[in-house]
Antibody
């Protein structure tokens, strides 16, 4: 079945970097784009952007430029989110979500299980 | 940016009752709206796409309606496992993709 499995929780100090992975299985990885979504503690969902898994071209939402980088390793069907110069306010659960296309419309399905990134000194 | 406003923020109902959740868009999104369910400690799950289509494996008690700016998610008879947070999402005019702030459905 179609599945996205993310890497485990991370505890980082302010100023450090973190790389979250999202491994896809059950479908052709390069046929569907990948989205990234952030959920701060007790808060709602915030779309961070997406990456074209065919071309590797990323698109970042406002507020997620500069310190956030989306990348791919298509040989292992994996998408990555790297965050540099971490701040306390980056503490959140980060989700990857496949761009599922139906009749030329795009939806998020399925989602990875989420990766908790905690930034604390 | 299209803003989605969900109401109510919290809905308290009993199992067996009917739940009606609302999502209003700041401008027309046609039918380009989805609903997601999120249970505590879990990832969101796609319930409804294109305003009224149930995703694979979603029970028939879940239904979506609406177009333009006003949308409704209805759960016809609540089961214990339906108590969760529900988010609407638009993808009509993007980027950015936007989500509503969520409706918490709690047991009364």
């Amino acid at each position: 079945q179609v599945q996205l499995v993310q890497s485990g929780s991370e505890l980082k100090k302010p100023g450090a970097s973190v790389k979250v992975s999202c491994k896809a299985s059950g479908y052709t990885f390069t046929s569907y784009a990948m989205n990234w979504v952030r959920q701060a503690p007790g808060q709602g969902l915030e779309w961070m952007g997406w990456i074209n898994t065919n071309t590797g071209n990323p698109t970042y939402a406002q507020g997620f430029t500069g310190r956030f980088v989306f990348s791919l390793d298509t040989s292992v069907s994996t998408a990555y989110l790297q965050i540099s110069s971490l701040k306390a306010e980056d503490t959140a659960v980060y989700y990857c979500a496949r761009n599922w296309v139906v009749a030329a419309k795009n939806w998020f399905d399925p989602w990875g299980q989420g990766t908790l990134v905690t930034v604390s000194s | 940016e299209i803003v989605l406003t969900q109401s109510p923020a919290t809905l308290s109902l009993s199992p067996g009752e009917r739940a009606t959740l609302s999502c209003r868009a700041s401008q027309s999104v046609s039918s380009y709206l989805a609903w997601y369910q999120q249970k505590p400690g879990q990832a969101p799950r796609l319930l409804i796409y294109d305003a009224s289509n149930r995703a694979t494996g979603i029970p028939a008690r879940f239904s979506g309606s609406g177009s333009g700016t006003d949308f409704t998610l209805t759960i016809s008879s609540l089961e214990p496992e339906d108590f969760a947070v529900y988010y609407c999402q638009q993808r009509s005019n993007w980027p950015p993709v936007t989500f509503g702030q969520g409706t918490r459905l709690e047991i009364k």
